[in-house]
């Protein structure tokens, strides 16, 4: 069975500042790691994916994140915020027969002015 | 870009009362899945769907859920006799022989 844990509920920043948004995970099998994003009253968007090779994993948005396997982490990255960045982003993981996907709590990232 | 969708957008109904969920999955995708979201909590697994069967289930999916794919491009959820607590937003997603699900917009369900 898999796990997933979002350290952090909410996440205020200002606008221009760096984020990490943190997530780990526990599984005994291989797995792929997921970001998705989620705006107010909207549905849920994948921002990136870890699937093999590379542990750094750039995607939407200016979002990466870095897979760590030896700290069974996965943490979400941006340089530099902006406003529209505002939104519950959600850290998840599936088996790799993909046959369904576990979900974090989700971090509220809150964009200040 | 082809898109999961979903309708209806929002749905109100009586406690006690069955409540039909439909998704439209992208046309060449295989696997299907429902998730549910209670306001302000995270998204949990329901159910995944293959070659017309389900695949998988969680503890949540007691026997008021059924799927179906009545054809060959809808597939749906049903809850028999709805309780306060299905009030949620449910979220289809489905997926090709890959790694990637593609989730739809959510029908919010509201029970009272």
């Known amino acids: 069975a898999q796990s997933v844990t979002q350290l952090d509920s909410q996440v205020p920043v200002f606008e221009e500042a760096p984020v990490e948004l943190r997530c780990n995970y526990s599984?005994?099998?291989?797995?792929?790691l997921f970001w998705y994003v989620q705006y107010p009253n909207q549905g849920l968007q994948l921002l990136l994916k870890?699937?093999?090779?590379?542990?750094l994993v750039k995607g939407i948005n200016g979002f990466e994140a870095e897979f760590n396997k030896s700290q069974t982490s996965f943490h979400l990255r941006k340089p530099s915020v902006h406003i529209s960045d505002t939104a519950e982003y959600f850290c998840?993981?599936?088996?790799?027969?993909?046959?369904?996907?576990?979900f974090g709590a989700g971090t509220r990232l809150f964009v200040k002015a | 870009e082809p898109e999961v969708t979903q309708t209806p957008s929002h749905q109100v109904t009586q406690m006690g009362q069955e409540v039909i969920l439909r998704c439209v999955p992208i046309?060449?995708?295989?696997?299907f899945y429902w998730y549910r979201q209670i306001l302000g909590q995270k998204v949990e697994f329901l159910v995944s769907?293959?070659?017309?069967?389900?695949?998988?289930k969680s503890e949540i999916f007691d026997d008021q859920f059924s799927v179906e794919r009545p054809d060959g491009s809808n597939f749906t959820l049903k809850i028999r006799s709805t309780k306060l607590e299905d009030s949620a937003m449910y979220f289809c997603?489905?997926?090709?022989?890959?790694?990637?699900?593609?989730f739809g917009p959510g029908t919010r369900l509201t029970v009272l």
């Open positions: 046309s060449n995708h295989l696997y």
């Open positions: 997603a489905s997926k090709t022989s890959g790694n990637t699900q593609y």
């Open positions: 769907f293959y070659n017309n069967e389900i695949s998988e």
């Open positions: 870890y699937l093999s090779g590379s542990t």
């Open positions: 998840a993981v599936s088996d790799q027969g993909g046959f369904k996907t576990i």
């Open positions: 599984s005994s099998v291989s797995v792929y």
